[in-house]
């Protein structure tokens, strides 16, 4: 039977003190989830939220006497908590509920809207997103020290099998080394060649106009493109 995404969120590690833990961990991630899936996506209109709702919903959250937190309650724990584990248990969740996997997964960068600190960068987010759920299944943080094409092959190395998913990507995945892992779990991909990827272009016009002639061989006889920035 599949866990709810409430049991799944047992599993994140607690990164608090044990040492005055007025609030289940479960708990409030449950509040925040509730209010974000009603449009209150800030510590404090998350917190609005429940003390709006009183305490029957803080009893049924578990918190003591039914008190709501405060914003800074849940500003302290969302800061503290592993991105990558807190994603990792999502698409767990999500993978529940769809055993067959992913017709399509699309790789995508982003800046996460509002983290930009003045003069720090917004946290920089690739994500793997499943347009048959309108979901991200998996996500990673690419750190000012690369780039989205080697968090490309962290968040690969994460995902399930990826046996009849078709993998689409924009010209930064069009690597040997991700089509390599995308073939190694499974999948299947599309991705740009680009007017700077001479060779690999070159060879792919080669082979359309082989198959417009009517001899063209499904069997990957050799590599098509080399070097850097072409794809395998």
């Not at 925040?32 to 209109?45: D, I, Q, S, W, Y």
């Not at 959250?61 to 969302?78: V, Y």
């Not at 067959?100 to 987010?125: F, I, N």
């Not at 779990?185 to 792919?204: C, E, F, M, P, V």
Request: with cysteine; aromatic share 4%.
């Amino acid at each position: 039977m599949a866990w709810s995404l409430v049991e799944r969120l047992a599993e994140l590690p607690d990164p608090r003190s044990r040492h005055g833990r007025q609030y289940p961990l479960v708990g409030l991630l449950t509040l925040c989830l509730v209010a974000v899936m009603g449009g209150h996506t800030t510590p404090e209109a998350i917190s609005q939220f429940g003390r709006l709702r009183q305490k029957r919903l803080g009893h049924a959250l578990g918190f003591r006497n039914g008190n709501m937190p405060c914003p800074n309650t849940i500003a302290g724990l969302l800061r503290r908590l592993d991105p990558d584990r807190l994603d990792a248990i999502i698409g767990a969740w999500l993978r529940d509920r769809h055993p067959d996997g992913w017709e399509h997964l699309a790789l995508d960068g982003k800046r996460l809207c509002g983290s930009r600190d003045g003069q720090v960068p917004g946290t920089h987010l690739l994500a793997a997103y499943a347009p048959q759920v309108s979901a991200v299944v998996a996500q990673m943080t690419v750190e000012a020290t690369t780039n989205e094409h080697k968090a490309a092959l962290r968040l690969l190395g994460v995902l399930p099998s990826l046996g009849g998913t078709v993998v689409t990507g924009d010209a930064i995945f069009t690597q040997p080394d991700v089509c390599a892992a995308v073939q190694h779990k499974g999948g299947d991909s599309i991705l740009y060649a680009k007017s700077n990827q001479g060779t690999l272009r070159a060879d792919l016009e080669a082979a359309f106009a082989t198959a417009a002639g009517g001899d063209f061989s499904p069997r990957v006889t050799g590599r098509v493109g080399s070097g850097r920035g072409n794809g395998s």
